[in-house]
């Protein structure tokens, strides 16, 4: 007969430490110095509603979640879970915790469907701790409704688990009925171009990252037209089920919402996540966010809309240490970034496994076309993060097997023998709208610096788990790589990367790939000359120091004020929302850089007023937004709200649209070097020198993409050549470059352009083409006198010298160039163009200059 130990209301242990000294099944024998040290600290705020715990990655965070949980369960008859990213981690978590440490955690992985009654009843009565992933929390009806402490591991990677909750994402490819009915609803309230963009139903390859928003005051006009047509698609059965949950979060706090799109894809979401409206969240007793980088400038505050977290930092010395080792290699140094990436995956062989860590499914598909083109790597076996996210075993025991994973820089541990290799291909950089709004289209790049530098370094320790672990680090991708090769970005990451990282971009000056071959084979034969190499890199890492995130502070003071005006806006308290902006901006004052956040909170600061009736202060705001930022192109959508007081529009707007496609050609050049922008230029001189017509109108395409417009040709016989379109306006080409003796613009050649801009009204409506001859010849033939028309015409030697001016100020555009999303350069490129003549303006009329019909005076057939 078992016997029945009645359970006791609860026991007294002293604190967590002590709580694992009574585990009597674990295997582990003791703590590590710094998971005591972090336990020890955690006693002195045991009482806080929100506090944040720094370990580094590998260093042993996840017990001690587990032990503060199983002690506030066992001390204080707390319910407690244990939150992780995916469900992978939810299974590595309570595998752990049972064969590890000798604690009886529940698995609430999947849906709360599938849970198990004992499970569900062991939890809701203290008797076991939960783990779970994000989502078991921020859902409609969750089980965890009613948690006394909350722990989120890996909180840094959080914002997208938690604001998803409150966003509505409706995309064309999915629901095209929806998308259709909505955007003609906003369509109104849309510019010029993005209408275009609409009605082309194409992104194209300039508008990759095109994103735009629609003004919270025109957003308020459309309310109940937007309520009612997302309340009938919610309700369709044919509709993605997400629509019926997250729409019921955000429906009657649209006006505290804010509306992002691209031409394929439209989020509604708030700009924090308003979790104090959540009760699950916001009663529980005690939320604990553990990271391995917590960061600075107030960026956890706003993931978890949280005013403040009280932060305990990462233990004495970790300051300084890091945990494994990982030798970076950077074959971009030498190679291009095809080459680097086969390079990269014929090191694969050298490993029984690797890691592949893309930013997105296109970057990964580039990646396993890759694998598979390479004869080396033709029969390994492909693992994605779905097979991974089910069970990381059937990866970890295959021998010859590469995972490649999209946007998935968190959530996969590889320890040990598990995985010894790692690729970082391209840049973890925004993952919604709106952060690609913020740092595209405001120039506020800055607020996501921390972000990215945690997304960064966590992608880079996915590897090395632990303080033996080793692992090699190859870098691929021209802004990843770029952002290793800044000393202001190294600076700022923790020293013991930073050594490693130094080491590697030093090694990476080599002629041959068998160079870096050889110090790959050194590295994992990792006898005395690697000893010799990772002494070295000991040696440095005390001789350096970790820089803070320019501008941290201010962000960092300002976040409590935005949480405040989140909180009010959300309630509808739209004086106090207006009040917490003041004070938001105020905190942000002085700060170059912060000029285009600074234009985002003029312009919230406006929305609350308007909200709140105050037309006057409204407008100001409105107007200060134009005094922050002039070149963002964004601003142009409120010019009708401040047009009482007169205010014009600066002349950068102007050029801010075509800046913004210039930015994204120029970040594909890369800042490497300048081999690529230099081809580009030779492609186009080549073709403009060329009689045949492919390669010259091929030239035109590319010099429209250099100029920042949209571009680009039809193939078919008697059609339109390269077409350029800024606006509503557009020139296109009929193109004539015969060679031999007299050749003339025949009445077949001047028909052709004459009929262009009709052939081209279908594909492009509301564009008014010009239509310029471009030709070699300066005769006409007496049969085409009377139908030139409005057709102009420039000589291709005049279009050459033309394309020279316009090559010679991209060039200098290039050379100031570094990041996307920066205000100065914006400004100066700006004042670069209209300095060099080349506004839209300034070229249509260099172009449109000379009409075809000149030619007749000279001499004609």
Same mark, same amino acid.
């Given at each position: 007969?078992?016997?029945?130990?009645?359970?006791?209301?609860s026991?007294t242990?002293?604190?967590p430490?002590?709580?694992?000294?009574?585990?009597?099944?674990?295997?582990?024998?003791?703590?590590?110095?710094?998971?005591?040290?972090?336990?020890r600290?955690y006693?002195?705020?045991?009482?806080?509603?929100?506090?944040?715990?720094?370990?580094?990655?590998?260093?042993?965070?996840?017990?001690?979640?587990?032990?503060?949980?199983?002690?506030?369960?066992?001390?204080?008859?707390?319910?407690?879970?244990?939150?992780?990213?995916t469900?992978?981690?939810?299974?590595?978590?309570?595998?752990?915790?049972?064969?590890?440490?000798?604690?009886n955690?529940?698995?609430?992985?999947?849906?709360?469907?599938?849970?198990t009654?004992?499970?569900?009843?062991?939890?809701?009565?203290?008797?076991?701790?939960?783990?779970?992933?994000?989502s078991?929390?921020?859902?409609?009806?969750?089980?965890?409704?009613?948690?006394?402490?909350?722990?989120?591991?890996?909180a840094?990677?959080?914002?997208?688990y938690?604001?998803?909750?409150?966003?509505l994402?409706?995309?064309?490819?999915?629901?095209?009925?929806?998308?259709?009915?909505?955007?003609?609803?906003?369509?109104?309230?849309?510019t010029?171009?993005?209408?275009?963009?609409?009605?082309?139903?194409?992104?194209?390859?300039?508008?990759?990252?095109?994103?735009?928003?629609?003004?919270?005051?025109?957003?308020?006009?459309?309310?109940?037209?937007?309520?009612?047509?997302?309340?009938?698609?919610?309700?369709?059965?044919?509709?993605p089920?997400?629509?019926?949950?997250?729409?019921?979060m955000?429906?009657?706090?649209?006006?505290?919402?804010?509306?992002?799109?691209t031409?394929?894809?439209?989020?509604?979401?708030?700009?924090?996540?308003?979790?104090k409206s959540?009760?699950?969240?916001? %009663?529980?007793?005690? $939320?604990?966010?553990m =990271?391995?980088t917590?960061?600075?400038g107030?960026?956890?505050? @706003? /993931?978890?809309? !949280?005013?403040?977290?009280?932060?305990?930092?990462?233990?004495?010395g970790?300051?300084?240490?890091?945990?494994?080792?990982?030798f970076?290699?950077?074959?971009?140094?030498?190679w291009?970034?095809?080459?680097?990436?086969?390079?990269?995956?014929?090191?694969?062989?050298?490993?029984?496994?690797?890691?592949?860590?893309?930013?997105s499914?296109?970057d990964?598909?580039?990646?396993?076309?890759?694998?598979?083109?390479l004869?080396?790597?033709?029969?390994?076996?492909?693992?994605?993060?779905?097979?991974?996210e089910?069970?990381?075993?059937?990866?970890?025991?295959a021998?010859s097997?590469?995972?490649?994973l999209?946007?998935?820089?968190?959530?996969i541990?590889l320890?040990?023998?598990?995985?010894?290799?790692?690729?970082?291909?391209?840049?973890?950089?925004s993952t %919604?709208?709106?952060e $690609?709004?913020?740092? =595209?289209?405001?120039?506020?790049?800055?607020?996501?610096?921390? @972000? /990215?530098?945690? !997304?960064?370094?966590?992608?880079?320790?996915?590897?090395?788990?632990?303080?033996?672990?080793?692992?090699?680090?190859?870098?691929?991708?021209?802004k990843?790589?770029?952002?290793?090769h800044?000393?202001?970005?190294?600076?700022?990451?923790?020293?013991?990367?930073?050594?490693?990282?130094?080491?590697g971009?030093?090694?990476?000056?080599?002629?041959?790939?068998?160079?870096?071959?050889?110090?790959i084979?050194?590295f994992?034969?990792?006898?005395?000359d690697?000893?010799a190499?990772?002494?070295?890199?000991?040696?440095?890492?005390?001789?350096?120091?970790q820089?803070?995130?320019?501008?941290?502070?201010s962000?960092?003071?300002?976040?409590?004020?935005?949480?405040?005006?989140?909180?009010?806006?959300?309630?509808?308290?739209?004086?106090?929302?207006l009040?917490?902006?003041?004070?938001?901006?105020a905190?942000?004052?002085?700060?170059?850089?912060?000029?285009g956040?600074s234009?985002?909170w003029?312009y919230?600061?406006?929305?609350?007023a308007f909200?709140?009736?105050?037309a006057?202060v409204?407008?100001?705001?409105?107007?200060a937004?134009?005094?922050?930022?002039?070149?963002?192109?964004w601003?142009?959508?409120?010019?009708?709200?401040?047009?009482?007081?007169g205010?014009?529009?600066?002349?950068?707007?102007?050029?801010?649209?075509?800046?913004?496609?210039?930015?994204?050609?120029?970040?594909?050049?890369?800042?490497?070097?300048?081999?690529?922008i230099?081809?580009?230029?030779q492609?186009i001189?080549?073709?403009l020198s060329?009689?045949?017509?492919?390669?010259?109108?091929?030239?035109?395409?590319?010099?429209?993409?250099l100029?920042?417009?949209?571009?680009g040709?039809?193939?078919?016989?008697?059609d339109?050549?390269?077409?350029?379109?800024?606006?509503?306006?557009?020139?296109?080409?009929?193109?004539?470059t015969?060679?031999?003796?007299?050749?003339?613009?025949s009445?077949?050649?001047?028909?052709?352009?004459?009929?262009?801009?009709?052939?081209?009204a279908?594909?492009?409506?509301?564009?008014?083409?010009?239509?310029?001859?471009?030709?070699?010849s300066?005769?006409i033939?007496?049969?085409?006198?009377?139908?030139?028309?409005?057709?102009?015409?420039?000589?291709?030697?005049?279009?050459?010298?033309f394309?020279?001016?316009?090559m010679t100020?991209?060039?200098?555009?290039?050379?100031?160039?570094?990041?996307?999303?920066?205000?100065?350069?914006r400004?100066?490129?700006?004042?670069?163009?209209?300095?060099?003549?080349?506004?839209?303006?300034?070229?249509?009329?260099?172009?449109?200059?000379?009409?075809?019909?000149?030619?007749?005076?000279?001499?004609?057939?």
């Amino acid at each position: 007969m078992a016997f029945k130990i009645p359970q006791k209301s609860s026991v007294t242990i002293k604190d967590p430490e002590s709580l694992f000294r009574d585990l009597r099944d674990r295997t582990v024998e003791g703590l590590l110095a710094q998971q005591a040290d972090m336990l020890r600290i955690y006693m002195d705020h045991v009482d806080k509603r929100d506090i944040a715990l720094e370990l580094p990655t590998g260093s042993g965070k996840t017990l001690v979640g587990l032990l503060i949980a199983e002690w506030r369960r066992r001390t204080k008859r707390e319910r407690c879970v244990l939150l992780c990213p995916t469900k992978q981690l939810v299974h590595q978590v309570v595998e752990q915790a049972k064969e590890k440490y000798g604690i009886n955690a529940l698995d609430f992985s999947g849906s709360k469907h599938q849970y198990t009654d004992a499970d569900k009843t062991a939890f809701n009565n203290c008797e076991s701790m939960g783990v779970a992933t994000y989502s078991a929390l921020f859902n409609t009806n969750p089980f965890f409704n009613d948690v006394h402490t909350i722990i989120f591991d890996d909180a840094h990677a959080a914002e997208n688990y938690v604001s998803s909750f409150w966003s509505l994402e409706v995309r064309r490819y999915e629901d095209k009925t929806t998308f259709d009915t909505i955007w003609q609803i906003i369509a109104p309230y849309t510019t010029e171009n993005d209408q275009l963009r609409y009605d082309q139903a194409n992104e194209g390859s300039l508008d990759t990252s095109f994103v735009n928003k629609i003004p919270t005051p025109y957003l308020l006009k459309c309310r109940t037209a937007l309520t009612v047509a997302i309340d009938n698609a919610s309700r369709d059965a044919e509709s993605p089920e997400e629509y019926g949950y997250r729409w019921r979060m955000i429906r009657d706090h649209l006006h505290a919402c804010h509306l992002y799109y691209t031409s394929n894809s439209i989020l509604l979401r708030p700009l924090i996540a308003p979790t104090k409206s959540f009760a699950p969240f916001q %009663n529980a007793r005690q $939320r604990i966010y553990m =990271s391995a980088t917590l960061g600075e400038g107030g960026d956890l505050e @706003r /993931i978890f809309g !949280r005013k403040k977290i009280e932060r305990i930092p990462a233990p004495e010395g970790w300051d300084k240490q890091g945990i494994g080792r990982r030798f970076f290699v950077f074959p971009m140094r030498k190679w291009d970034e095809a080459t680097s990436l086969s390079l990269a995956i014929s090191w694969t062989t050298k490993f029984d496994r690797a890691l592949v860590l893309t930013p997105s499914n296109r970057d990964a598909n580039k990646v396993k076309e890759a694998i598979r083109a390479l004869p080396a790597t033709q029969s390994h076996t492909l693992f994605d993060a779905v097979q991974l996210e089910a069970s990381k075993k059937s990866f970890t025991q295959a021998g010859s097997a590469i995972a490649v994973l999209a946007n998935r820089y968190d959530g996969i541990d590889l320890i040990g023998d598990e995985c010894r290799y790692l690729v970082i291909y391209g840049l973890p950089e925004s993952t %919604n709208l709106q952060e $690609r709004f913020i740092i =595209s289209r405001l120039g506020a790049s800055v607020l996501f610096q921390v @972000r /990215i530098r945690t !997304r960064i370094t966590q992608a880079v320790g996915r590897c090395t788990r632990s303080s033996t672990d080793y692992a090699l680090v190859v870098v691929i991708g021209d802004k990843v790589h770029q952002y290793f090769h800044m000393p202001e970005k190294r600076e700022t990451l923790h020293p013991e990367l930073q050594a490693e990282v130094n080491f590697g971009v030093d090694q990476s000056k080599v002629d041959s790939p068998s160079e870096l071959g050889d110090n790959i084979d050194i590295f994992v034969d990792h006898g005395s000359d690697w000893k010799a190499a990772d002494n070295y890199i000991l040696e440095t890492r005390d001789e350096l120091a970790q820089s803070p995130i320019p501008y941290a502070i201010s962000l960092g003071n300002s976040v409590d004020h935005e949480v405040k005006f989140h909180d009010a806006l959300w309630a509808g308290d739209f004086d106090d929302a207006l009040s917490s902006a003041k004070d938001v901006l105020a905190s942000l004052e002085g700060g170059h850089d912060l000029k285009g956040y600074s234009a985002l909170w003029n312009y919230l600061a406006g929305s609350a007023a308007f909200q709140a009736n105050q037309a006057q202060v409204a407008q100001e705001h409105f107007a200060a937004a134009f005094s922050c930022a002039s070149t963002l192109p964004w601003l142009k959508q409120i010019q009708e709200l401040v047009s009482n007081q007169g205010q014009e529009v600066p002349v950068e707007i102007i050029y801010g649209e075509r800046i913004e496609r210039i930015e994204g050609v120029l970040e594909r050049f890369g800042k490497s070097g300048s081999v690529k922008i230099e081809k580009y230029f030779q492609n186009i001189r080549e073709g403009l020198s060329s009689s045949e017509s492919k390669p010259f109108e091929e030239a035109q395409v590319k010099l429209g993409r250099l100029l920042g417009f949209e571009t680009g040709n039809t193939e078919r016989s008697g059609d339109p050549d390269p077409w350029w379109i800024f606006g509503r306006q557009g020139i296109v080409f009929e193109d004539y470059t015969a060679t031999g003796d007299n050749p003339v613009v025949s009445k077949e050649k001047t028909l052709q352009a004459k009929a262009h801009p009709d052939t081209l009204a279908g594909e492009h409506p509301g564009v008014s083409f010009s239509v310029v001859f471009c030709s070699t010849s300066d005769k006409i033939h007496f049969a085409a006198e009377p139908h030139t028309g409005d057709v102009f015409y420039i000589k291709v030697d005049d279009f050459k010298k033309f394309s020279e001016e316009c090559m010679t100020t991209t060039r200098s555009l290039w050379d100031a160039f570094r990041e996307p999303g920066v205000i100065e350069w914006r400004e100066f490129a700006a004042h670069k163009i209209a300095e060099a003549r080349l506004g839209s303006d300034d070229i249509l009329t260099r172009l449109t200059s000379t009409k075809l019909s000149s030619l007749a005076g000279g001499k004609s057939l």
